[in-house]
């Protein structure tokens, strides 16, 4: 059944190529941008979330992408970045990204307040909308988004068809299968008339997706920690520009816990203690220690270390789900499961391997600092090796589904130094094109075993007291340092 659905998926990806070549782009290839034509003919998933837009009509399916084509060049969106925009209209924050709803999705925000209907800017407003939509879009690779319009005091000089009707067509025809849901917020009576032809505008597929809702039905669909106050909740975000608001993994946006600095780590002294209570734990609960205890005059080579962590945590790898970016492999490659609330929060585990011939520097960032520990999460990785990162939810609270983790990721020269310091300057100094970045969502595992690895799983027979110090004791020999905060 599967092998018959890829080999349909397949068939119809190069039909549709084939046909958007001779039929659309022969001839007629200065209406589009040409990176977008490369593009249709190299990414299966986009030519794919067309079709199943489409319900998988060829022929709607080319109209469809002859359109949206048109207006990628028309707007330039390929070239879009943020001088391309008003300064003005990126501090007024009349649009950004910021949190998620119940079901994961990243919130679209739109603050209708904020928007006075203008002939003179339409054209800025409509390239914020497509600047934000791409820049999520090349990010995210077909997640969905849940628009939030809010319409809290909103006047009639903010009524404007012609912004909603575009907006629209943005999920309709330029960004298929991006729209989760659209939830309209305190819509004033005077827009009764403007939201039935919406309705319209919609189709009778997608107006199920519209949510009008109060302060109290609000809350049905996001939760209150990604509300703020005027919905009932309890997000002290304020959004400010700059920096540019669209990652809920930068410092500034980290409102809702305590801020530490990127540059504190933990003592030496105290990872020595931590590391050295954890020896005689294991020392007292097993006959053979699992580690040897070594002169505190010894030097032992980063390699070597990694080699022994590497080498123990063997014992816990399970097959994983494994993410295949350029410079990591990262397992698992999209959730991090923890065991549920009747067992107790247990810690997950996440293994980075270098894949390329130069050192790779990393740090791991997440939007609920106050939620976790992480260790480490702020070190390097040597050509061809692999670091154990153990994440732990800090004094019993708990996982939510809505809590991300951010991998970031860049090659180091050769000459360069892996302390705290070195690593500071470096992460200060290396351009943003050149770090990798990928993103783990939060699953909590509510009865069967999951498919990804939890440390509470053991290839050995021994008490959850003694796997967790190990555990400890292995992030400890690999690197000090807990999560910084987003």
Request: aromatic share 10%; net charge negative.
């Amino acid at each position: 059944m599967a092998e018959n659905h890829a080999q349909n998926r397949a068939k119809l990806i190069s039909e549709t190529r084939r046909r958007f070549e001779a039929e659309y782009v022969t001839d007629k290839s200065d209406k589009y941008d040409a990176r977008d034509v490369e593009r249709l003919q190299q990414d299966d998933n986009w030519v794919e979330s067309y079709l199943s837009w489409r319900h998988n009509i060829v022929d709607e399916t080319l109209k469809m992408l002859d359109e949206s084509f048109q207006w990628r060049k028309e707007i330039s969106v390929n070239d879009l970045n943020e001088s391309s925009i008003p300064r003005w209209l990126l501090e007024i924050g009349v649009i950004y990204l910021h949190g998620y709803d119940k079901e994961g999705n990243k919130l679209f925000w739109i603050r209708v307040k904020y928007h006075i209907k203008d002939q003179k800017t339409i054209s800025d407003k409509k390239k914020l909308i497509a600047f934000w939509l791409e820049r999520y879009a090349k990010r995210e690779n077909g997640k969905p988004v849940t628009v939030m319009f809010d319409l809290s005091e909103t006047g009639i000089n903010s009524i404007d068809m012609d912004f909603v009707r575009f907006i629209i067509n943005c999920f309709k025809v330029y960004y298929p299968k991006y729209l989760s849901k659209i939830v309209i917020f305190d819509m004033p009576w005077l827009m009764n008339a403007a939201f039935k032809i919406v309705k319209t505008w919609l189709g009778p597929e997608a107006v199920s997706l519209l949510k009008f809702t109060s302060k109290n039905e609000v809350q049905d669909y996001v939760s209150v920690e990604y509300l703020p106050p005027h919905m009932g909740g309890t997000d002290p975000f304020k959004y400010s520009y700059p920096p540019l608001v669209d990652d809920d993994f930068q410092t500034p946006l980290c409102e809702n816990g305590p801020i530490t600095s990127e540059d504190e780590t933990s003592s030496k002294e105290d990872i020595e203690s931590d590391g050295k209570e954890t020896l005689e734990t294991i020392s007292n609960e097993e006959q053979t220690p699992l580690v040897k205890k070594s002169n505190p005059t010894e030097s032992t080579s980063k390699a070597e270390e990694n080699e022994k962590v590497d080498s123990k945590m063997k014992a816990f790898k399970k097959p994983l789900s494994v993410f295949k970016g350029p410079l990591l492999h990262i397992s698992p490659a999209e959730e991090l499961y923890f065991g549920n609330t009747e067992s107790g929060e247990k810690k997950t585990l996440m293994v980075l391997t270098n894949v390329t011939k130069n050192i790779v520097a990393f740090k791991v960032r997440t939007t609920a600092p106050e939620k976790y520990r992480v260790k480490p999460s702020n070190s390097s990785c040597d050509p061809g090796a692999s670091v154990d990162i153990v994440v732990s939810p800090h004094g019993g609270l708990t996982v939510s589904a809505q809590d991300r983790f951010l991998i970031m990721a860049a090659e180091m020269e050769q000459s360069s130094g892996t302390g705290p310091a070195e690593l500071t300057q470096f992460w200060k100094e290396v351009p943003r094109n050149k770090v990798m970045e990928h993103r783990l969502r939060c699953h909590t595992v509510e009865s069967s075993k999951p498919n990804t690895l939890t440390l509470k799983d053991s290839a050995f027979n021994m008490s959850d007291k003694t796997s967790e110090d190990i555990c400890l004791q292995f992030a400890t020999s690999s690197c000090e340092t807990d999560c910084s905060p987003p």
